[in-house]
C-alpha cells in the first residue's frame, strides 16, 4: 500500500494543443509522493497508464520507488478525467478535430516540474503502458532534460497489430445506440459491457484465464467474472475519456512528434537518456519482439523480459511480488551510477 500522497491541480492557463485546438483554462492534476532533496536530483516523474487514476497505480510508492528516496510526481495524462479532458471542459473528440498527443502531454508535464518544483530535468521517467509512451516521448523530444527512463510494456509507436485491438475497442463503445456519431447521448451500456470483454482478452494472457480460479475469487461464471472484475474499470470513466485516451494511444508515434516522419530509428537514436525497456513474456499488446526491436534502436538500452502469465499487467503488479521484483532490480540497475540516497 502506497503512502498518502499530496494532490495538486497545476494550471497552464491558455494551453494549444497539437492538434490545433486551443482552451484557456487547462490543467493538469498530480500526486506527489516523498520529498525533494536539497539539489532537486532526486525527482521521479510518473505518467499515468490508460484509464488509470492514481489510486490505481500509486501502489509502486514503496515496492518499486521508495518515497524515503525519491519524490515521485504521478500525474494524469490530458483526457483521464482528472488533467482537462472531454468531461472536464469543452474538449471535443476525434469527430471534431480533436486529438491528444503524448507531445502535448510532455509539453504540459515539463512546465508542471518547471513552475511547480524547480526541476528542468527529471532524475527519472518511470512509466508502464501508456507511461512508457510518454517517457519515450520525453526522452526522444526533451533529449537533454532526460536523464533516465524505464518503460515498462510499452513502445514508442503503436504497431499494426495494436492498432487492430484499439480500433476493436473503439467500434465496440461506438456501436452503442446512444452514439450519435459524435457524442453519447446516454450511457453507453451495450458498448461498455463490449468494450470491457474486448479489453479482458487482451490484457491477461491465454494461461492466466487457463489457470483463473473463479471460486477463488469469488465469481461462479466466467461471464459473472467480467462483469464483476473488469466492467467496473471502465464503467466508472466518461465514455468520452475512454475515446480519447484511446485515440492518443492509436496516434502514438514518436517519429511523428520529432519530426522525423516515419523513421523511427532516426527518432530514437537522439535518445541520450540512460534506458532500459521491459517487456511482459506474455504481452499481447506490446510483444517481447516490438519492444526489443525498439531496444535496439536505442542508443546503449537496456532490455529485459518480466516472465509472468499476468500478461499486459506484468508491468503493473500490484499483487505479484515475482514481478515487483525484477523491475525493482531493473530500476536499481539503472540507478546504479547514484547514490543509493541523494543528499538531502
Not at 180 to 198: S, V
Amino acid at each position: 500500500m502506497a503512502s498518502s500522497g499530496r494532490d495538486g491541480l497545476f494550471s497552464l492557463g491558455c494551453f494549444s494543443f497539437n492538434c490545433g485546438h486551443t482552451l484557456p483554462n487547462v490543467e493538469l492534476a498530480y500526486r506527489v509522493f516523498g520529498e525533494l532533496n536539497a539539489d532537486r536530483s532526486n525527482l521521479v516523474l510518473y505518467p499515468s497508464s490508460y484509464g488509470a487514476w492514481p489510486e490505481d497505480i500509486d501502489w509502486a510508492i514503496g515496492p518499486i520507488l521508495d518515497p524515503a528516496r525519491w519524490c515521485v510526481v504521478l500525474v494524469s495524462q490530458f483526457g483521464n478525467g482528472r488533467s482537462t479532458s472531454p468531461s472536464t471542459s469543452t474538449m471535443g473528440l476525434a469527430e471534431d478535430g480533436w486529438l491528444l498527443s503524448h507531445a502535448d502531454n510532455v509539453r504540459a508535464q515539463r512546465r508542471l516540474l518547471e513552475e511547480v518544483f524547480g526541476v528542468e530535468s527529471p532524475a527519472l521517467i518511470y512509466g508502464w503502458s501508456m507511461g512508457a509512451q510518454q517517457a519515450l516521448h520525453w526522452a526522444v523530444l526533451e533529449p537533454e532534460r532526460s536523464q533516465r527512463v524505464l518503460g515498462l510494456c510499452g513502445t514508442a509507436s503503436t504497431s499494426p497489430h495494436n492498432t487492430v485491438f484499439l480500433l476493436s475497442l473503439r467500434r465496440a463503445l461506438t456501436a452503442d445506440p446512444s452514439w450519435d456519431g459524435r457524442r453519447f447521448r446516454a450511457e453507453p451500456t451495450t458498448g461498455l459491457r463490449t468494450f470491457a470483454t474486448i479489453y479482458a482478452s487482451w490484457a491477461c494472457s491465454q494461461p492466466y484465464f487457463r489457470d483463473l480460479d473463479l471460486q477463488a475469487l469469488g465469481f461462479q461464471s466466467l461471464e459473472a467474472y467480467l462483469e464483476g472484475a473488469w466492467l467496473p474499470a471502465y464503467s466508472r470513466h466518461d465514455p468520452h475519456n475512454l475515446l480519447s485516451m484511446l485515440d492518443t494511444w492509436l496516434a502514438n508515434d514518436v517519429a511523428k512528434a520529432a519530426g522525423c516522419g516515419g523513421d523511427l530509428a532516426s527518432a530514437l537514436g537522439r535518445i541520450r537518456a540512460r534506458t532500459t525497456l521491459l517487456a511482459g513474456s506474455h504481452d499481447l499488446y506490446f510483444t517481447p519482439d516490438d519492444i526489443a526491436a525498439e531496444a535496439a534502436l536505442i542508443p546503449e538500452a537496456r532490455y529485459g523480459v518480466i516472465a509472468s502469465v499476468l500478461g499486459h499487467r506484468a508491468g503493473n503488479p500490484r499483487d505479484a511480488p515475482a514481478e515487483q521484483a525484477v523491475i525493482r532490480q531493473a530500476l536499481d540497475d539503472l540507478c546504479d551510477d547514484l547514490p543509493p540516497n541523494p543528499s538531502r
